[in-house]
């Protein structure tokens, strides 16, 4: 099984979360969280900051109470994934306001109250809007 993360980051104010703008497909041109494969023999928590830090700049001193592991999503196989992948949802927030810099994609902070269920603008299927909700269920992560 291939497995794959995303991480959901909150801004200080935790009115906003950090998004990219996919260059590739699946979902090429969408909106999406940061992210990305797990390495053979790599944990999925060191996997979700590796990405993070990749991607955005961002390093675990700059997170105020770490990453959490929130969900996980299973496909199974189908035309979108031949082979079953789990993809792991990790969520967090930022101490401070801290510059964002990724090489590979155009970052952006997204207003928390976005439709994050409009599939003509964000990846995922509505998953994103699904991560949501379920953060909220969990103040504490907020």
């Not at 260059?23 to 928590?45: A, C, F, R």
């Not at 955005?56 to 031949?82: E, R, V």
């Amino acid at each position: 099984m291939r497995v794959l993360n995303v991480v959901w980051i909150f801004n200080p104010s935790v009115n906003t979360v950090l998004m990219c703008k996919r260059h590739k497909e699946p979902y090429l041109g969408l909106y999406n969280l940061l992210g990305g494969k797990v390495d053979t023999g790599e944990d999925g928590l060191t996997a979700a900051y590796r990405e993070l830090e990749e991607e955005s700049g961002i390093k675990p001193a700059d997170l105020l109470n770490g990453l959490h592991h929130l969900m996980d999503f299973t496909y199974y196989s189908s035309i979108m994934y031949p082979e079953d992948v789990r993809v792991e949802v990790y969520t967090g927030k930022l101490r401070s306001s801290v510059a964002v810099a990724g090489d590979e994609k155009e970052l952006l902070w997204m207003d928390v109250n976005e439709d994050f269920f409009d599939m003509n603008k964000f990846a995922g299927e509505g998953n994103i809007a699904h991560i949501y909700r379920q953060i909220k269920l969990r103040p504490e992560l907020m």
